[in-house]
């Protein structure tokens, strides 16, 4: 523990954000350079209690406390060499995790909690700062290869652990660019792609070979895949988009969600867009679905220059703190949460069923028709959503974005060719993390559903060890188990 006394002493604090008005001019990320003094303090604020529920709360079972004495004690090569145990990409959810662990850090009991994941960025970004981060080959090749079949955060940290078994790896991606969702999806504002390619600069250091414009049961059969390498690992992604097949859904001006920040994401990688521009630039955008995918068309909209933001949810308000009664600590808290996108200016309302898009004479979008509902029990005892009368109206909307989930595995293709399981989610059925098909293994939200970031990395380590175990009978990678063991340095 760094300083006995540094969670009464110190409040917690984040660093000032860019202002909301500059920061919409570009896409760069919304926080300044890390400030050394101010992480350390902040460090100080945990109390390394005995038995860290963070640790737990965290998918990758991160040493937190551990990583956050070394922080206050300015060893900023051993705090690397914790968090990297556990942890492939920290720079990655040092930027975007929503921090399940800062949920039940024991100080979010009666005060607010240590700033973990702020920490954590501030770890990684000192250790590429000082060259603690660095390409690791093998020493040794057992000569197997291995084809990992999705180029997201789980692709990404399942080759990274084959990779480090001494195994061959080639990651066969269907896009132009590696990166998954970090790539094509995560606005830059949220994770600049300057991030993503340091570190496959260094896994191609490391032996990693990377296909892109590849894509498995498409262009490369899966078949050629079974007989070309020992073992595959699918991180395809749930990608298969939810859609909202009401009156009005061809109408010119509805899109989905991903096809609106796929497109924004090339574009400032300095692509151009040949076809179908989807832009909000002057226009009322209506975005509909408000979860994390909607926060970023939301985000998006005002640094294209919206005429006007708003965005419409099916369920109730939520609360602003959590009903202790039924949503004690440590759980995840189930309260309002206004994201940097939020802050930047929208209009949001909920409780909201959308009931029809209207148009012009020339197939243009010009509204959505919606109602108010509320959560009731009906005449028969059932209970759902009832309709407010008096309560319909039309929201005036020029581009209307669709970001209300995703369905699953992607079917047909490599799914089909491979003859996989689907399980009642519509997700790649696994044991342990193996498919039904012996030597093929599934991670990500392929597997476990749309998910998150943390979820993808520990899931592709534990495909990993699943994978290596297989093909060599024993397996030294890390896994979960072995994060809550303390590391002595
Ligand atoms: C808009 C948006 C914002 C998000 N923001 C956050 C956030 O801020 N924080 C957070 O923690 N999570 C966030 N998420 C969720 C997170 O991005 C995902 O949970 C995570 O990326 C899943 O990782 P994955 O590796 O399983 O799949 P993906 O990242 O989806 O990657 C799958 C890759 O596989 C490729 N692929 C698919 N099929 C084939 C094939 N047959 N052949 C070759 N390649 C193939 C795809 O092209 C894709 O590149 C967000 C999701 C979205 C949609
Ligand atoms: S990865 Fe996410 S949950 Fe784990 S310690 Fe970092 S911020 Fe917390």
């Not at 921090?99 to 960025?121: D, M, R």
């Not at 630039?281 to 640094?303: A, E, M, P, Y």
């Amino acid at each position: 523990m760094g300083q006995t006394d540094g969670f009464i002493k110190f409040n917690r604090a984040m660093p000032n954000t860019r202002d909301t008005k500059e920061r919409i001019q570009d896409y760069k990320e919304i926080y300044p350079p890390v400030e050394v003094h101010h992480v350390q303090q902040q460090s100080a604020r945990c109390m390394d209690c005995g038995v860290p529920f963070c640790h737990n709360g965290c998918p990758l079972g991160n040493n937190i406390p551990d990583f956050n004495d070394a922080v206050y004690a300015g060893r900023w090569e051993e705090a690397i060499k914790i968090l990297s145990t556990t942890n492939n990409f920290p720079e990655f959810t040092g930027r975007i995790c929503p921090a399940p662990c800062e949920a039940s850090c024991v100080l979010s009991i009666n005060n607010k909690p240590v700033t973990i994941e702020y920490i954590e960025k501030s770890i990684a970004e000192t250790a590429f700062e000082k060259g603690y981060i660095k390409a690791q080959p093998p020493k040794v090749r057992t000569g197997k290869r291995v084809a990992v079949v999705g180029s997201g955060p789980s692709g990404l940290a399942a080759a990274v652990q084959l990779n480090k078994a001494g195994h061959w790896v080639t990651v066969f991606e269907r896009s132009d660019r590696i990166g998954g969702l970090l790539r094509y999806g995560i606005p830059d504002f949220k994770l600049e792609k300057k991030i993503v390619d340091r570190r496959l600069k260094i896994m191609e250091q490391e032996g990693i070979i990377f296909r892109t414009n590849s894509h498995v049961g498409v262009n490369v059969s899966a078949r050629f895949l079974e007989d070309e390498f020992d073992a595959v690992v699918i991180c395809g992604g749930a990608s298969a988009p939810r859609d909202l097949p009401i009156p009005g859904r061809n109408l010119e001006g509805v899109h989905l969600a991903m096809n609106f920040l796929t497109q924004q994401n090339k574009r400032v990688a300095g692509d151009r867009i040949f076809s179908g521009d989807i832009i909000a630039q002057g226009k009322n955008v209506l975005v509909i679905g408000g979860g994390d995918t909607g926060s970023d068309c939301v985000g998006t909209s005002n640094r294209q220059g919206a005429k006007s933001v708003t965005q419409i949810e099916l369920l109730a308000k939520p609360p602003l703190s959590r009903n202790p009664e039924t949503n004690p600590w440590p759980l995840w808290p189930m309260v309002l949460n206004t994201s940097s996108s939020h802050e930047e200016g929208a209009d949001r309302r909920w409780a909201i069923l959308t009931k029809e898009f209207t148009g012009d004479s020339k197939n243009r979008l010009t509204g959505l028709k919606v109602v108010d509902i509320k959560w009731s029990m009906f005449e028969n005892g059932k209970t759902g959503f009832k309709e407010i009368p008096g309560t319909e109206r039309i929201l005036p909307c020029e581009l209307a974005l669709l970001a209300i989930g995703f369905t699953g595995a992607e079917r047909g293709g490599l799914v089909e060719e491979l003859s996989l399981d689907i399980d009642e989610r519509g997700n790649i059925k696994t044991t342990n993390y193996q498919t039904n098909r012996e030597g093929i293994f599934a991670a990500g939200d392929i597997r476990r559903g749309q998910s998150l970031v943390v979820w993808a990395i520990s899931e592709g380590r534990e495909a990993a060890k699943a994978a290596d175990e297989w093909l060599m009978g024993e397996s030294r990678l890390e896994s979960k188990d072995a994060s809550l063991v303390k590391v002595a340095y």
